[in-house]
């Protein structure tokens, strides 16, 4: 906490000062709250209940948020003031920024399109927004205060979004599960984050790293804070063991919702983790800052085995869980858990200096492509939700025949998700294993390499639905409108793409944006 004394003993001015020169890099984080601001004087003002205004204005703030970030890109920017940093507005932090925004203007077209309207009210845009700008915090924070108060943001904003719908039972369950699991794991979290603090005696990231680097021996409340801390990313991301809460959170929120959970809120945890794992700003030095590996010394090890513990868990029960799954909606809840697992396998080669910057393209890569894929894919549970009432794959029987693109649609993004060529996912599959191989962790690839195949059992349930298995005389199609056509197309294109041409072209403007913070 000393770190926060030279801030608060400077007078009006210069602080004032200061704020100013920051302005520029928080420019995407003030408006999105602005916006908060906005949709309750304008859900105020109107006082007629739902409205389709809210949806248009939330699309239209999300799209002007997304300008900002790509408008600011430059060179890195600290954000602080007097050498305290809380920020680091980076090529890293642009980059999950637009993964949460577009994950967030998806999601709104998503709802717009399912005819619900509780996507027609204020307060669920003005959640909304609050959860975007606290992932977008989160993105770039470098100091545990901030870190901590933008991860209960994100986290009670996402009990809201998956509880949202009142008259939805297995929505209300799923959301006590979720609030329960949230506090639990969040208590531990601020337990570790305590014993760290008392350690290093400073909230920065970067002094934590400096003070890390004088460890010599053993330190078991040091190791227990760090397995504590660990706890809360892995609540956030459902990795095991604090994944038991996915499944009936997914299953019970809304499609959309639970798709911008999915990859969102995945990506949010992945986005501060990468930073702490890779990164430890020098204050106030132009020197390479040296990797955490480095600073733990002996000790890296201990890191290292505690996510490839949590990455084998993660894959290998998702997968197996997924396996007896007959409702589309429930089988991506699993599967977002083992693709967290595959996160997990490079997360875990961060920490080797050889392969670090490889492992973060990776992560960042497959972050980006794993938005187009899984949305796809909880896109189609929206209109099964819509038109059939129902979310059972077994709904899906003789639909690839009946619409085509659409079923040849559905195709390309599990076959993505699945990991196979010539898709978008198996590029990031590749890159995610490159780094364990290379390092010589050639039992962890394969048991990585084992739970991919599993997982090709379950994502070909609804492919044999689709194309293997005759229509019944009651199976009725999708009631898909051009516009809703189009959004899975669209969704499509880029796993095909990334998949055949341009992955190159995305994977080194990935790689020029984790440079930023090497």
């Known amino acids: 906490m000393h770190s926060l004394l030279p801030l608060l003993a400077q007078d009006g001015g210069e602080l004032s000062a200061a704020l100013m020169d920051n302005f520029g890099a928080l420019l995407p984080e003030m408006f999105l709250c602005a916006m908060v601001v906005i949709v309750l004087l304008v859900d105020l003002v109107r006082g007629r209940g739902p409205s389709p205004l809210f949806p248009w204005l939330t699309l239209g703030g999300i799209v002007v948020a997304i300008g900002l970030v790509i408008s600011g890109s430059g060179d890195p920017l600290t954000v602080g003031y007097d050498g305290f940093a809380a920020l680091q507005v980076d090529g890293l932090g642009r980059l999950f920024k637009l993964i949460f925004l577009i994950t967030g203007?998806?999601?709104?077209?998503?709802?717009?399109?399912?005819?619900?309207?509780?996507?027609?009210?204020?307060?669920?845009?003005?959640?909304?927004?609050?959860?975007?700008?606290?992932?977008?915090?989160?993105?770039?924070?470098?100091?545990?205060?901030?870190?901590?108060?933008?991860?209960?943001?994100?986290?009670?904003?996402?009990?809201?979004?998956?509880?949202?719908?009142?008259?939805?039972?297995?929505?209300?369950?799923?959301?006590?599960?979720?609030?329960?699991?949230?506090?639990?794991?969040?208590?531990?979290?601020?337990?570790?984050?305590?014993?760290?603090?008392?350690?290093?005696?400073?909230?920065?990231?970067?002094?934590?790293?400096?003070?890390?680097?004088?460890?010599?021996?053993?330190?078991?409340?040091?190791?227990?804070?760090?397995?504590?801390?660990?706890?809360?990313?892995?609540?956030?991301?459902?990795?095991?063991?604090?994944?038991?809460?996915?499944?009936?959170?997914?299953?019970?929120?809304?499609?959309?919702?639970?798709?911008?959970?999915?990859?969102?809120?995945?990506?949010?945890?992945?986005?501060?983790?990468?930073?702490?794992?890779?990164?430890?700003?020098?204050?106030?030095?132009?020197?390479?800052?040296?990797?955490?590996?480095?600073?733990?010394?002996?000790?890296?090890?201990?890191?290292?085995?505690?996510?490839?513990?949590?990455?084998?868990?993660?894959?290998?029960?998702?997968?197996?869980?997924?396996?007896?799954?007959?409702?589309?909606?429930?089988?991506?809840?699993y599967s977002s858990i083992a693709h967290a697992g595959y996160l997990l396998m490079a997360a875990a080669m961060v920490l080797r200096a050889d392969v670090a910057t490889d492992a973060m393209t990776a992560i960042g890569f497959y972050l980006l492509i794993y938005l187009f894929m899984n949305l796809g894919a909880f896109w189609v549970a929206t209109l099964m939700r819509r038109d059939l009432g129902t979310v059972e794959i077994r709904a899906l029987r003789g639909l690839g025949w009946k619409q085509p693109v659409f079923g040849v649609c559905f195709v390309i993004i599990l076959v993505s998700l699945t990991g196979l060529p010539p898709t978008a996912g198996f590029v990031g599959k590749l890159q995610l294993f490159a780094p364990v191989v290379r390092e010589g962790f050639y039992v962890f690839a394969a048991i990585g390499l084992v739970n991919g195949a599993i997982s090709l059992y379950y994502y070909a349930k609804p492919l044999r639905e689709m194309f293997l298995n005759k229509p019944d005389e009651d199976t009725r199609p999708l009631r898909m409108t051009g516009a809703d056509l189009a959004l899975i197309v669209a969704l499509t294109i880029p796993v095909l793409v990334l998949g055949l041409y341009r992955w190159d072209t995305v994977t080194n403007a990935v790689r020029d944006a984790v440079a930023m913070v090497q």
């Not at 459902?238 to 997914?250: G, I, L, R, S």
């Not at 990859?263 to 890779?278: E, N």
């Not at 490839?308 to 029960?317: D, E």
């Open 105 to 333: 203007a998806l999601t709104v077209i998503f709802i717009m399109r399912s005819g619900r309207r509780y996507g027609e009210e204020g307060e669920f845009q003005v959640v909304l927004f609050g959860s975007l700008a606290g992932m977008c915090y989160l993105a770039s924070a470098t100091e545990l205060i901030g870190f901590y108060v933008a991860f209960e943001l994100v986290s009670y904003t996402g009990y809201l979004l998956a509880g949202y719908r009142l008259e939805s039972a297995k929505g209300a369950e799923g959301a006590s599960k979720y609030v329960i699991f949230g506090s639990v794991s969040s208590a531990i979290m601020l337990f570790g984050i305590t014993l760290i603090l008392g350690f290093t005696g400073t909230t920065k990231f970067s002094e934590i790293a400096t003070a890390l680097l004088s460890v010599e021996t053993a330190q078991p409340a040091l190791w227990v804070g760090a397995v504590f801390t660990f706890g809360g990313f892995a609540y956030k991301a459902a990795a095991f063991p604090f994944q038991f809460w996915c499944p009936d959170v997914y299953e019970g929120a809304p499609a959309p919702v639970a798709g911008f959970l999915a990859v969102a809120s995945k990506a949010a945890a992945f986005s501060v983790g990468v930073r702490i794992l890779a990164y430890a700003p020098a204050a106030g030095a132009a020197a390479a800052t040296p990797q955490l590996a480095q600073l733990f010394s002996q000790n890296a090890a201990f890191l290292e085995k505690l996510l490839i513990v949590a990455s084998v868990g993660t894959m290998t029960w998702g997968n197996l869980a997924a396996l007896r799954q007959t409702s589309l909606q429930r089988m991506l809840a």
